[in-house]
């Protein structure tokens, strides 16, 4: 049996799987290099709405799965963050006020009659991931977050430019996550350090639940590209998703 990777050498594994980002999804490139036209930009807002309030049912379900006082005092704020709090609003909101920054209603967003059967069975499997398994195992799924603050701050910094059309008052959404992501990924990699550091086993199942969120990112991608109808794919292999594979 080999022996377990050091932490570090394990966080390092766990970061490495960065390589497999929806960031490098071609609909994210096209993205970034202002290629998307407004209704496509539209379609990506509309979709991503459901993962949007999906996260407070994983959360939720991470919660009740959890019987450490100390781990829900601490994970408890993630649906604070984007449920909102008294009169502060939170990230469904502001993905909200996304919408009406690329040109959509309230209710365009909210009715969910756009979003693609697609992103629906991947966000669900997601769901159903956390409402399965140890709370441990579902942290450990949350750790696509330690790539997250990247991309946030590539729409802040690209969109301006690349979308003057977009109000700027819309990219709430991703200042708000830059610090709450940095946060949470502190937490939610120690955790999975914690839990999953004891066997060389437990380790690469670790890195198997962060492979299956990068791939429930990877379809939601997969699926938003392909229901934009005036997004042509010639080439199908070029939507697959790297995978980074490790000898023992």
């Known amino acids: ?50 993962y949007q309030i999906s996260i407070p049912l994983k959360d939720a379900a991470i919660l009740s799965n959890c019987p450490d006082q100390a781990i829900r005092k601490e994970w408890i704020v993630r649906i604070l963050d984007h449920d909102g709090e008294g009169e502060v609003e939170g990230g469904i ?8 920054a690329v040109g959509l209603s309230r209710e365009d967003v909210i009715s969910l009659e756009h979003v693609s059967p697609g992103v629906r069975f991947a966000v669900d499997a997601y769901i159903n991931f956390a409402k399965q398994r140890s709370w441990q195992e579902s942290v450990c799924s949350s750790l696509t977050e330690l790539f997250a603050p990247h991309i946030h701050q590539q729409r802040i910094s690209s969109w301006p430019e690349m979308y003057p059309w977009i109000d700027e008052s819309g990219l709430t ?17 120690g955790v999975t350090l914690d839990y999953f550091s004891e066997t060389r086993e437990t380790q690469k199942q670790a890195l198997e639940i962060l492979q299956f969120k990068l791939n429930v990112l990877w379809v939601i ?26 000898d023992d």
């Open 173 to 189: 959404y991703f200042k708000k996550r830059l610090t709450e992501a940095r946060r949470d990924v502190a937490h939610g990699l």
């Open 93 to 100: 909101e502001a993905w909200i006020n996304l919408g009406k």
């Open 1 to 50: 049996m080999s022996k377990p990777w050091t932490r570090k050498e394990f966080e390092d594994r766990l970061r490495e799987k960065g390589k497999g980002y929806h960031i490098y999804h071609p609909f994210h490139v096209m993205m970034y290099e202002g290629k998307l036209s407004k209704e496509q930009l539209q379609s990506w807002v509309l979709n991503r709405f459901y």
């Open 221 to 246: 991608a997969d699926s938003i590209m392909l229901a934009s109808s005036n997004i042509k794919v010639e080439d199908r292999d070029y939507l697959r998703q790297p995978v980074i594979n490790y």
